[in-house]
C-alpha cells in the first residue's frame, strides 16, 4: 500500500523486542516518515522470566521447527498480547503501529530472516493498523536485513555536526556512521550485551550484568580475545549482520576454564573492541551510544579508552537512548505507508534503495 500525500504526518507507536530479550520497547512519535514531527511518551514492559525463557528456548528451536509449531504460536500469541499491553502503556492513540516483532532466527546468506509477532492479533487488540514484517523484502532483495536503524539516525541527526557515529548497544551491537556528505555506512559490529547476559544470568542469576560490574571485577584474558576477534565476521567488510547465536560455540570455547569474572572482563572487551575495529572513512567528531549496553559502565569505559573522540550517551543531543530503536520502527511504519525505503545499499547491502513492511488493517 502507498499512501502520496503532501504534509500529512502520522501519530505512529513503534514496538521493539531486541535480541535481549529483556522486553518490549514501546514509543509514541509523530513523522511524516522524513522528518521527526514529535517525540512522545516510551515505555518498557519487562518480560516475565518464564517468557524470556521460552524466548531463549525459541532462539535454539528456530532452525528445526516450522512456522506452525505449537510452542512457537502459543509464544507468538503471549509475544502478541504483551505488545498489546505496551502500546497502552504509552498512553497514547496512535493512527499506526510499528511492530518489529522478535527475531528468532536471522540468516541473511540464506535470504531468510524470522521475526515472529501476529499482526492481525495485534491490530485487533490495539484498534490500530499494523505495519510489520520489516526486514523480510531486504533479505529477499539480497539484503542483509539488518541494521534497519540508518535512516533513523539520519533523520535524528539531522542538525548535528558530521562526521558521527552511533553506536547502538542490544543484545547485538551496530554502528551508523552518518558522513559529512550525506553519505550512510551501517553494520552490526558483533555481540553487544547478548553473551554478558547469558553469563550473568548463569553465574549471578539476573538477566544482566548491572551497571557492568561483574565484568569490571575480572581481567581481560588477551590469549581468549584474540581468539574471540580471530572470527572472520570481524574480518568482512561492511554491510553485514548477524544472528544473536553466531559466536554462541566459540564464546563458549574462550570463556572454558576462565573465572566467571575474566570471563565477563573478556566478553565485555569482546564487544567493546568489535564497535572499534570497524574501519570508519572519516574521523567521526563524536560518537554517540543508545541502547542497554550505555548503562554497562564497563562497555562504556572500554570505548572511551578506544575512540580518540568524545563518547557520549545519546541523552547528550537530546536523543532518549532506551526508546531510540521503537522510536525507529514508529518511523519506519510510517516510512513503509509512504513507499519509502527502509534500507539503502550502505546500510543492508541492498542493491537499491528498497521499501518493506507489510499493512495489516483492523478486522475487528
Ligand atoms: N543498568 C544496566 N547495567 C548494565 N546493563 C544494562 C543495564 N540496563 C540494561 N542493560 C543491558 O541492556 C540490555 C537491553 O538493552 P536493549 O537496548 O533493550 O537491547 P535489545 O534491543 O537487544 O533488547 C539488557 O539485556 C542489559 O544487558
Ligand atoms: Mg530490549
Known sequence: MTIQTQGQSWRAIGLMSGTSLDGIDAAWLQTDGERIIQFGPAA????????RADLRRLLDLAPRIGTDDPFLRAVEQRL??????????????????????????????????????????????????VVHDFRAADVAAGGQGAP??????????????????????????NITFLGEDGE?????????????????????GTPYDKDGAFAASGRVNPVRLAALLAHPYFAAPPPKSLDRLTFSALIAQATANLSPE?????????????????????????????????HNATL???????????????EAVGWHGDALEAQCFAFLAVRSLRGLPLSLPGTTGVPRPLTGGRYQRVIL
Request: charged residues 15%; contains cysteine; aromatic residues 4%.
Open 184 to 204: 550512510i555506512i551501517a553494520c552490526d559490529t558483533g555481540p553487544g550485551n547478548g553473551p554478558l547476559d547469558d553469563l550473568a544470568q548463569k553465574y549471578l
Open 80 to 129: 502478541t498480547r504483551d505488545h498489546a499491553l505496551a502500546v497502552g502503556l504509552t498512553g497514547q492513540g496512535a493512527d499506526i503501529i510499528g511492530f518489529h516483532g522478535q527475531t528468532i532466527l536471522h540468516q541473511p546468506e540464506h535470504h531468510r530472516t524470522w521475526q515472529i509477532g501476529d499482526a492481525a492479533l495485534l491490530a485487533r487488540l490495539a484498534r490500530i493498523p
Open 300 to 314: 562504556m569505559r572500554l570505548l572511551r579508552q578506544a575512540f580518540d573522540v568524545p563518547v557520549h550517551k545519546v
Open 148 to 173: 534497519l536503524a540508518p535512516i533513523f539516525h539520519a533523520a535524528l541527526a539531522a542538525n548535528l555536526p558530521k562526521p558521527l557515529l552511533i553506536v547502538n548497544i542490544g543484545g547485538v551491537a
Open 44 to 51: 518498557t514492559l519487562l518480560y516475565e522470566d518464564d517468557m
Open 262 to 294: 575474566d570471563a565477563a572482563a573478556t566478553l565485555a572487551a569482546f564487544s567493546a573492541t568489535a564497535i572499534t575495529a570497524v574501519p570508519l572513512p572519516a574521523l567521526p567528531q563524536q560518537v554517540l551510544v543508545s541502547g542497554g549496553g550505555r
